[in-house]
Nanobody
Framework: QVQVVESGGDSVQTGGSLTLSCVVSGYKYDRYCLAWFRQVPGKEREGVSGIASDGSTRYSNSARGRFTVSQDRSNHQFSLQMNNLTPNDTAMYYC?????????????????????WGQGTQVTVSS
């Protein structure tokens, strides 16, 4: 059984930093794209960043230059380092894995391509 657990969300002020963590257990594929999404009430889930099993990464336009995704494959841990946060980054952040391995992250991350989701971790940025 695959489990996805995020942590690290918090309340920070504009310009602050946070690191989100995700642990994926029970996932049997060696090739994958693991992605971070975020969602605010009333809006669709937005792809923020993805990292493939080969280490290649993707970022949304809003995340590029401020966020850094990384992985520790030996411990099945994935991280999202977020710097220079603004109130526009306020959202519930989710970690997601696909139903089957593919080893490639598309330039635009689509929530429909991911099957396993965590419960989310809240990030709130105040001005």
């Amino acid at each position: 059984q695959v489990q996805v657990v995020e942590s690290g969300g918090d309340s920070v002020q504009t310009g602050g930093s946070l690191t989100l963590s995700c642990v994926v257990s029970g996932y049997k594929y060696d090739r994958y794209c693991l992605a971070w999404f975020r969602q605010v009430p009333g809006k669709e889930r937005e792809g923020v960043s993805g990292i493939a099993s080969d280490g290649s990464t993707r970022y949304s336009n809003s995340a590029r230059g401020r966020f850094t995704v990384s992985q520790d494959r030996s411990n099945h841990q994935f991280s999202l380092q977020m710097n220079n946060l603004t109130p526009n980054d306020t959202a519930m952040y989710y970690c997601a894995a696909p139903a089957s391995g593919g080893g490639y992250c598309y330039s635009v991350l689509d929530a429909n391509d991911f099957h396993y989701w965590g419960q989310g971790t809240q990030v709130t940025v105040s001005s």
